[in-house]
Every structure is written in C-alpha cells, then in structure tokens.
C-alpha cells in the first residue's frame, strides 16, 4: 500500500465521527508544460475524513513544491509552493469525474491529490511581477492600459490619418440606440 491508502473501517462504523488526516509522500508525473512537482519532493495533505452512510467525505489542504520556468525570461523558479483546499467524496460505485472509489475500507488519496495539485500548478508561471523578460525595450512588459495611451498619443501626432479597412464600413452604420 502506498502513502496515501488509508483504512476507514472506523469511521464507517461511526457516522458522522471525523478523524484528522495528516499525509505525506512522493506523487512523481505531476507536470505543466511550465510548471511541475519535484519527483522527490513530498506532497502533504492535513485534513479529515468522515463517513456519511456509505460514502466518506474527505476534505483538508494539500501542499506541493513545484519548479518551472518563467513565461516572460525563462528563468528556472525552484521555490515556489502550490497550496489547494478540497473536499472530494468517496463511494463504492463512484461516478467518473465526480466521485472517487472507496474499496471495501479503503481510499486511495492518490488519485484525488494528483487531480488537485495538477490544477493548482500555474500555467504561465512568472518569476516575478517585474519580470521585464529577455528583451524589455523590443518587447515591453508592463501596463497595457499606460501602453494603449502611448499608442493613441502616437496617432494624435501622426500626419497623414491611417486608412481604415473597407471591410468594417459596415459597422459604420450600426446604431445601438
């Protein structure tokens, strides 16, 4: 059995009874195309588990270290944490998607980990909020909104108007009155 199978014949025999969960161990594969867990770091989970009848209801916080690179300077991030709160069911007939599968007096926590941590990972990670990336004068990074006045600036001081496409003419003549 692995780190997070844990035994709830207790609780089954005592519904409605909550029992602290403190788990942790190794989870390898969980991965972004920018972001993943460590293979040989531990995820953490701190929580509880309570039947209910025939389901048990397992709820509490999982933590994971993940490593990744930048999206702007693709520099490596190596200390970051992903923290996620759940609360997820288990049942002998589980619903896919929905449930998870509660065999005879056990549950396996692994599957419903890897599903969390996964989804808390970011997907562009940053650095930094100053990141100005590998090339800030050819490719600023900042505030759009300062950019955009930037840009209309630039058109009020333009000489010659730009020519609008004849597609959107059209829109021209829409009233939204």
Not at 145 to 150: A, L, S, V
Not at 156 to 174: I, K, M, N, T
């Amino acid at each position: 059995m692995g780190p997070f199978v844990v035994n709830v014949a207790e609780e089954l025999r005592q519904p409605g009874h909550q029992a602290p969960l403190v788990l942790a161990g190794p989870i390898p594969g969980i991965a972004l195309s920018s972001a993943r867990v460590r293979p040989d770091a531990d995820v953490q989970f701190a929580g509880t588990v309570e039947a209910q009848g025939a389901t048990v209801i397992v709820q509490g916080t999982v933590h994971a270290p993940w490593v990744g690179e930048c999206r702007r300077c693709l520099e490596a991030i190596d200390s970051d944490d992903v923290q996620v709160e759940l609360r997820e069911v288990f049942e002998p007939h589980p619903v896919e998607g929905e449930t998870f599968p509660l065999d005879d007096e056990l549950i396996d926590l692994e599957p419903m980990l890897r599903e969390a941590v996964a989804l808390g990972l970011p997907v562009a990670p940053l650095c930094g909020e100053d990141c100005a990336g590998p090339d800030p004068e050819a490719h600023p990074v900042g505030d759009t909104h300062q950019r955009d006045e930037q840009d209309q600036q630039d058109d009020d001081h333009d000489p010659e108007p730009r020519e609008r496409d004849p597609r959107w003419a059209v829109l021209d003549q829409l009233r939204l009155d």
